[in-house]
């Protein structure tokens, strides 16, 4: 019976020493975790500010954003990130069902988180400019390897359009539009499944409740789990003020400097304003007019639009200057026509060195205490050659039924040699060069360049030494030192190439060309040149 029993018993001994063994081996095994996302979003806004309203953590999945009470907290307050409740202002950090941020910028530039694709910039509702969000960005960061979308609400002007492409630089100006009870700029990020995420992370003890909490129905959607995992995602932390203490503070880069010898264009003055066609009126000794006088026209639903230009070529001295459109007041003299209210919609070209860049600008925004009727149209190069001008034109779907489109002073400010946004690190120019390298190629090598403000820059390459029809050939990102090799040229040709540069506020600066022969190693030549900004 025994001798039965035996192989039996060795049997079941081989399986509990494998089974022990298995245990042993897969006992440190870790589950797999969803790799944390890296930082990427850098300073939205120069200088220093107050946030005045945070993200707020508890209760948060509305059916539609600001439009739902039912799902906002019983109790009419906030969670912040740390997990403290707190009221509601004043005595807290924001608002109930708040999404994203609130810096209080009042009509001061913007600048994008990053690098992305701009998916929509205008109104949030063309039909009732009081709605939501108001003069938006939204941009896209995907295609740079950051599954998030940011979103800037609240805007007066905006200088990246729908479909193109932008850096970290100025995309417009704070403002009062949509839903807002004060000029300030709204920021929000949201994740690849389209939900509103805290940038500063969530620190407190156990999950942040947008991640696990479960909608309770009734006038909400049915029940489900956000699944919204907040992160902290600032590469650098925008500078607060030394009053804030909401979240973590980064070092401020200098306000943007106007610059001295500012130089006026009116629209008084006919060599220098035209208009396209005779359908704009002339208010003489408006009030609030620059020099007392402006033209205005009522806004078109047919096509053609409406155009007016400022002629500013050959009138100063060229070089990189901030641009400004002066909007007049809205209240008209009692011997002019009835008061009109300007355009939600005013599109600014600005033609320079033979590019043409749009600001877009809610007229109806301004004047206001804070800019005195002046409105940042952004930052050009100008050669002082050729057809430069401001031409202003009119987009009636975005216009309320009544509005006029307002042309008054364009104003130019030559921008300081000094500004608190350093362009390079250490040294006045750049340390970059060319040179023919193995057969059929040209090596184009560059240091120095301080990634802190400065990474993105174009190679671009001509045979001959003038930017006609010269050719991108490369695009870098943020690198404070590199090579890239041009490839497939012919041997024994020379080939002219430069280097356009970004700083912080979007300037572009052009340095070159040099020269190198294709294949024939021998090193560069710096052909002198003035250097331009576009």
Known sequence: MLKNRLPIFVTLLNLLICTTILVWLFSDVQPIRAQAPQPFLGRIYLGSAP???????????????????????????????????????????????????????????????????????????????????????????????????????????????????????IIGVSGDTGNSDGSHLHFEVRDAANKPVNPYGWIGAGDDPWSVWTNPGGGCASGHQTGAVSTDLWFRYPALTSGSTQYPSGSPMADLDIGQNPKFFDDSVSTIFTAADTVWGNISYANGAYLENFHHAAIRTSSPGL???????????????????????????????????????????????????????????????????????????????????????????????????????????????????????GDSTPVWSVAGDESERIKVTWSGFDAYELGYFNIYRNVKSTTDYWTLVHEQETAVAGEWVDDGLTNGKKYFYWLEIFDCYGTSILEGPQSAIAGAGISATFVPAPTGSR
Request: hydrophobic content about 30%.
């Open 307 to 425: 155009s007016a230009k400022w002629d500013i070529a050959n009138l100063f001295v060229g070089g990189f200057h901030y641009v400004f459109a002066h909007i007049p007041h809205h209240q008209s003299p009692p011997d002019d026509p009835p008061q009109v209210d300007p355009a939600h919609y005013a599109i600014y070209t600005i033609k320079h060195q033979g590019y043409g860049d749009q600001a877009i600008v809610v007229q109806s925004e301004y004047p206001n205490t804070v800019t005195d009727g002046w409105a940042y149209l952004g930052g050009y190069n100008f050669n002082n050659y050729g057809d430069e001008h401001v031409r202003l034109s009119q987009m009636s779907v975005a216009s309320s039924s009544g509005r006029r489109v307002f042309a008054d002073a364009i104003r130019l400010n030559l921008k300081p040699t000094t500004t608190g946004c350093p362009v390079r690190a």
């Open 51 to 169: 946030v005045t309203a945070i993200f707020d953590h508890s209760y948060p999945l509305m059916t539609s954003a600001g439009s739902d009470n039912f799902c906002r907290d019983p109790l009419n307050q906030t969670t912040h990130y740390d997990d403290t409740p707190r009221e509601n202002p004043p005595f807290g950090y924001g608002y109930d069902a708040h999404d994203g941020i609130d810096y209080d910028l009042n009509y001061e530039p913007v600048l994008a988180a990053d690098q992305g694709d701009v998916d929509y910039a205008g109104w949030s509702n063309p039909a009732n400019h009081t709605h939501g969000l108001g003069f938006y960005i939204k941009i896209d960061h995907s295609r740079f390897g950051n599954d998030y979308t940011t979103i800037y609400g609240h805007m007066s002007v905006i200088h990246a359009l729908t479909g193109e492409a932008t850096l970290p630089i």
